[in-house]
């Protein structure tokens, strides 16, 4: 497993009360618990589609990613993140994101976490014509690094970046740290850690 592919929100940085913050504000919604697990899952033009119509999309989309630049400032990595991707890289490991965030928030965040350093590839919602579950994404990153997709490991908060990872054929964690809900065991992971510092052993104890 040289090629370690990592979701961004949720996985490697807790971003997600900022967004239902701004989506709940956009929509003037309130959503519950499974509406919040359900819009992670989708990219945010599709879900402003659903509730605001075509037209309103556009807007709301263009303020959503304004404020997400903005947020980016105050957006925290996990606590292990830092130590966990400076240990892959030693190693001799690649480093890549495959996120369904915009490509301009995205990089902004990485940037202004500090992890741009250990990222070879950023791969966002932008950037594929299909959006996780699609392995589309993971596709493309086993082109650029003209790897083997059995040499692949994707890390992931979601269902969708597990259904993305085993669809794709490439070993599939789930990350199932982030605060926002409880979570429940994941049949679709070959792996599953409800702490970011027990992932970073068990990487330790495989690479």
Same mark, same amino acid.
């Given at each position: 497993?040289?090629?370690?592919?990592?979701?961004?929100?949720?996985?490697?940085? *807790?971003?997600?009360?900022?967004?239902?913050?701004?989506?709940?504000?956009?929509?003037?919604? /309130?959503?519950?618990?499974?509406?919040?697990?359900?819009?992670?899952? %989708?990219?945010?033009?599709?879900?402003?589609?659903?509730? %605001?119509?075509?037209?309103?999309?556009?807007?709301?989309?263009?303020? %959503?990613?304004?404020?997400?630049?903005?947020?980016?400032?105050?957006?925290?990595?996990? #606590?292990?993140?830092?130590?966990?991707?400076?240990?892959?890289?030693?190693?001799?490991?690649?480093?890549?994101?495959?996120?369904?965030?915009?490509?301009?928030?995205?990089?902004?965040?990485?940037?202004? /976490?500090?992890?741009?350093?250990?990222?070879?590839? %950023?791969?966002?919602? *932008?950037?594929? #014509?299909?959006?996780?579950?699609?392995?589309?994404?993971?596709?493309?990153?086993?082109?650029?690094?003209?790897?083997?997709? *059995?040499?692949?490991?994707?890390?992931?908060?979601?269902?969708? *970046?597990?259904?993305?990872?085993?669809?794709?054929?490439?070993?599939?964690?789930?990350? #199932?740290?982030?605060?926002?809900?409880?979570?429940?065991?994941?049949?679709?992971?070959?792996?599953?850690?409800?702490?970011?510092?027990?992932?970073? #052993?068990?990487?330790?104890?495989?690479?």
């Amino acid at each position: 497993m040289k090629y370690w592919i990592f979701d961004l929100d949720g996985t490697l940085v *807790d971003s997600f009360g900022f967004y239902f913050n701004v989506v709940e504000k956009i929509m003037n919604k /309130t959503m519950s618990t499974e509406e919040r697990k359900h819009c992670v899952s %989708l990219h945010a033009s599709d879900l402003f589609k659903h509730h %605001l119509g075509e037209e309103k999309a556009k807007e709301a989309l263009l303020e %959503l990613r304004k404020i997400n630049v903005q947020d980016s400032w105050d957006t925290q990595k996990f #606590s292990a993140v830092e130590e966990l991707l400076s240990y892959l890289k030693n190693k001799g490991c690649h480093v890549s994101i495959f996120t369904s965030r915009d490509l301009n928030s995205a990089k902004y965040t990485v940037e202004i /976490t500090g992890l741009s350093k250990y990222i070879d590839h %950023l791969i966002s919602g *932008d950037c594929v #014509s299909a959006k996780k579950p699609s392995p589309e994404g993971l596709h493309k990153l086993q082109q650029l690094y003209n790897c083997k997709v *059995d040499e692949m490991v994707m890390i992931g908060d979601h269902e969708c *970046d597990m259904e993305a990872g085993t669809t794709a054929g490439a070993f599939s964690v789930r990350a #199932s740290w982030h605060p926002h809900w409880e979570h429940d065991a994941c049949s679709l992971a070959h792996k599953q850690f409800h702490s970011d510092q027990n992932f970073l #052993s068990w990487v330790k104890e495989t690479v």
